[in-house]
């Protein structure tokens, strides 16, 4: 695997983005779990929860530094968010179950995001190092390949951290495909395995960035 080139920063801990994607399809809102309540409503309880596991994780070492962003999978994808929150901050907006699951709409909203400062984008080359969240528990109802084409055409599309998070109806093929890239593949979590995301992503953060001298 080619190394980013991710140069030594003057701050004492790296930046790091946490972008979750969530999906908020209208099915998820007719789809009732096990729990006795429908996946939006299980996503508006697990999803902030992780959040601030995350921001716990964070504040007990000094090696990293987060913020987070939300983007919702819907008829129309929007951000919760434009600001960077640090994960203890972050207030979670309710999600609500409406429209198509045009999941390539938000992927494209995405790959806007990870274009580089130069390409009218957030990031620079030199971090802060992205890890992108999907939370996906249905079928796409748009072109989903053309949104994910363009997330791996970024600089950071190609060298991000990624987690998939499944439940519901969702369409594995869409996660495989998410995770093809890199050493993202065992990066797969259905949503009863959400509570151990925090963790793992801090353990693949310093195998990567610490361990590995990737910097």
Same mark, same amino acid.
């Given at each position: 695997?080619k190394?980013? /080139?991710?140069?030594?920063? @003057? ?7 946490? =972008? ?6 209208? &099915? *998820?809102?007719?789809? /009732?779990? #096990?729990y ?13 929860? /992780?959040?601030? #596991? ?12 987060? =913020? ?13 968010? @434009? ?16 429209g ?6 938000? =992927? &494209?909203?995405?790959?806007k ?17 992205? /890890? ?15 949104? *994910? ?13 990624? =987690? ?14 998410? *995770? ?21 992503? @801090?353990?693949? *953060? ?10």
């Amino acid at each position: 695997m080619k190394k980013p /080139v991710y140069q030594k920063r @003057l701050e004492s801990t790296i930046p790091i983005y946490f =972008f979750f994607l969530c999906d908020s399809s209208v &099915t *998820l809102g007719d789809d /009732v779990e #096990k729990y006795g309540i429908s996946s939006i409503e299980r996503i508006n309880r697990v999803v902030p929860r /992780v959040i601030k #596991k995350i921001g716990g994780l964070l504040e007990g070492q000094s090696k990293f530094k987060g =913020f987070i962003r939300v983007l919702t999978s819907s008829e129309n994808p929007e951000w919760q968010n @434009l600001d960077n929150i640090r994960p203890d901050l972050y207030v979670w907006k309710i999600m609500h179950a409406v429209g198509q699951a045009n999941l390539g709409a938000a =992927f &494209t909203r995405l790959a806007k995001a990870l274009r580089l400062r130069e390409d009218r984008g957030l990031m620079r080359k030199d971090g802060p190092i992205p /890890v992108l969240i999907l939370v996906l528990g249905s079928v796409p109802d748009d072109d989903w390949e053309c949104g *994910l084409e363009q997330i791996n055409a970024q600089y950071w599309g190609e060298y991000a951290i990624r =987690f998939a998070v499944t439940f519901g109806s969702c369409d594995h093929e869409v996660m495989a495909r998410f *995770l093809d890239m890199n050493d993202n593949q065992l990066h797969f979590l259905s949503i009863d395995q959400i509570d151990e995301l925090p963790s793992q992503i @801090l353990m693949v *953060l310093e195998k990567r960035y610490i361990h590995s001298g990737e910097m």
